[in-house]
């Protein structure tokens, strides 16, 4: 008699041998379990029921912390200033034309000044860029904020104007650099646009008379500073363009600063509003040594920019080289 208490054994059978297809048109539906892909009905409404709750609840909340990170900022407005800011409350310098984007560690404005195909190339650059400058007003209903853009002068300037106006930058005036003139790279003179980067609400503190220039300054911008000082062109950002090198001190040849040695005080600061450009200084390089690279450092001057040649801090650097051939 077989004892009761003893437990059957029960052996693993092992499922049938099926051929590749076989088994993957069972696993895509087995009518034997009613199950689809692995899993049944309610097994696949389960899981999707808790995913859509799961994903539900990640978007809602972070929607709802995006929309408290938008409360605290202001579309026209940094929320962090000057001193508070990254990037901090100096001013640093851009230089146009810039070299081709692929290759952006160059500074390099190379050009061989009897090639027109050389001439035209740079002379296109920079009328890219200048494009902005020369948009007014727009009779086609397109908001451009040109429409904001007044002329101010250093008697005017920027108290008398309005809510949302800004002062111009005529560049056209900036002769011989201008685009019908091919900003004269074609004599071998080539001219290079400075500008002053924007940071918002910053005001220059500018050296408007003879008292406290610093010792390093050129000596021409000291004796101009000197000729304007107690008049309202005096306030004004000072640029300068010097060889880094004494090498290049020989071979730069006379500089001119178009229309002006600097950036007027009347177009700071920069608000943001619409249609506010840049001042722009065109710097002309008369009669550059030909076929000499020449190493370029020019400089913003004003009370409140810190200079510092190897962080970039208030100057620029860029190299020089034209040809004849």
């Not at 990254?86 to 952006?104: A, C, E, H």
């Not at 001119?256 to 040695?261: A, E, F, G, K, T």
């Amino acid at each position: 008699m077989a004892d009761k208490n003893k437990v059957a054994e029960q052996y693993y059978a092992p499922p049938p041998d099926l051929g590749k297809w076989e088994a993957f048109r069972i696993f895509l539906w087995n009518s034997e379990t009613g199950q689809f892909l692995g899993r049944t009905g309610s097994s696949w409404a389960k899981i999707l029921l808790f995913y859509l709750i799961f994903y539900a609840v990640l978007v809602g909340f972070f929607a709802a912390m995006l929309a408290i990170f938008y409360q605290t900022l202001d579309s026209k407005m940094p929320k962090w200033q000057l001193d508070s800011s990254l990037i901090g409350n100096n001013p640093g310098l851009g230089f146009r034309p810039m070299p081709d984007s692929d290759n952006v560690e160059s500074t390099l404005i190379y050009y061989r000044a009897n090639d027109k195909g050389s001439v035209l190339k740079w002379a296109t650059i920079i009328d890219d860029y200048l494009k902005q400058y020369r948009k007014k007003g727009s009779g086609s209903g397109e908001a451009t904020g040109a429409e904001n853009r007044v002329a101010c002068n250093p008697t005017s300037g920027s108290r008398d104007l309005g809510e949302n106006q800004v002062c111009d930058v005529p560049v056209d005036d900036f002769h011989p650099c201008t685009s019908a003139n091919q900003y004269n790279y074609e004599e071998a003179g080539p001219c290079v646009f400075l500008k002053l980067n924007k940071i918002f609400n910053w005001v220059p503190n500018p050296y408007n008379n003879t008292e406290g220039l610093p010792g390093n300054m050129p000596e021409d911008l000291k004796q101009h500073i000197k000729m304007v000082s107690g008049k309202p062109e005096a306030n004004t950002v000072w640029v300068s363009c010097e060889g880094e090198n004494p090498a290049d001190v020989e071979n730069i040849g006379p500089v001119q600063y178009i229309p002006r040695r600097g950036f007027p005080a009347f177009y700071y600061p920069f608000t943001n509003k619409e249609g506010y450009l840049s001042p722009l200084v065109a710097v002309l390089f008369e009669k550059p040594r030909t076929g000499v690279l020449i190493n370029i450092e020019c400089k913003a001057w004003a009370k409140n920019i810190n200079y510092d040649r190897y962080e970039r801090r208030g100057s620029v650097h860029f190299e020089l080289m034209v040809d004849r051939g």
